[in-house]
């Protein structure tokens, strides 16, 4: 079975500074890895997706993630924060031939003036 | 194209009542999942339907069924509602069944509180 773990609820930074999102995953087959905003009152929007293409993918509004089978994780980035971006951030992980996601916990990003 | 919709955005019932949530999937998609937030639990997978047929079902009581009808068109129905029923009820749709390489757009939900 496959399973996502989000480090910490809540994430703040500076309007400026880098953003950095953990998220480890545990799978018993090569695992298809996602990571999805919530704004408040919102449903969920793709950011970025990973699926073996390639390790390192770029998502929309400046995000990346880089896929590390070695340390099993899928860490989310942004050089440099925007007030925008203050949101709930999920990874996901979706194995097998369905459309059954297993999302991590959530982290609440917060960006300060 | 129009996104993922989710009627009604806002639902209040009493305990014992039963509720039917519907999701319109984006035009020429065919699969529909259907997930529930709240805050101690998270986002969970309820089921999935393609083409007319359940294919996957989540850890979820039998009081929780859902249906897909031939325009794609899904709806869940939660029967003799509980207070722990109250969450955020989220609607994925996407081309095929296929996995990965079909991305799961997601609607806005349908907040569901049961007093």
């Known amino acids: 079975a496959q399973s996502v773990t989000q480090l910490g609820s809540h994430v703040s930074v500076s309007e400026g500074a880098l953003v950095l999102l953990r998220c480890n995953y545990s799978?018993?087959?090569?695992?298809?890895l996602f990571w999805y905003v919530q704004y408040p009152n919102q449903g969920l929007q793709l950011l970025l997706k990973?699926?073996?293409?390639?390790?390192l993918v770029k998502g929309i509004n400046g995000f990346e993630a880089e896929f590390k089978k070695s340390e099993t994780s899928f860490h989310l980035t942004k050089p440099s924060a925007h007030m925008s971006d203050a949101a709930e951030y999920f990874c996901a992980v979706l194995t097998g031939a369905n459309s059954k996601l297993t999302f991590g916990k959530g982290i609440t990003l917060s960006v300060r003036p | 194209k129009a996104g993922v919709t989710q009627t009604p955005r806002y639902l209040i019932k009493t305990r014992g009542q039963q509720v039917t949530l519907s999701c319109s999937p984006i035009s020429g998609h065919r699969s529909v999942s259907w997930y529930q937030q709240t805050p101690g639990q998270g986002l969970q997978f309820l089921f999935e339907?393609?083409?007319?047929?359940?294919?996957n079902k989540g850890n979820f009581p039998g009081r929780f069924s859902g249906r897909q009808f031939s325009n794609s068109r899904s709806e869940m129905n939660v029967s003799t509602l509980e207070l722990g029923d109250s969450a955020l009820y989220l609607c994925?749709?996407?081309?095929?069944?296929?996995?990965?390489?079909?991305?799961?757009?997601f609607g806005p939900g349908t907040r569901l509180t049961v007093l």
């Open positions: 339907y393609f083409s007319e047929t359940q294919r």
């Open positions: 994925a749709s996407s081309v095929t069944s296929g996995g990965a390489a079909d991305t799961q757009y």
């Open positions: 799978s018993s087959v090569p695992p298809y």
């Open positions: 990973y699926t073996s293409a390639a390790t």
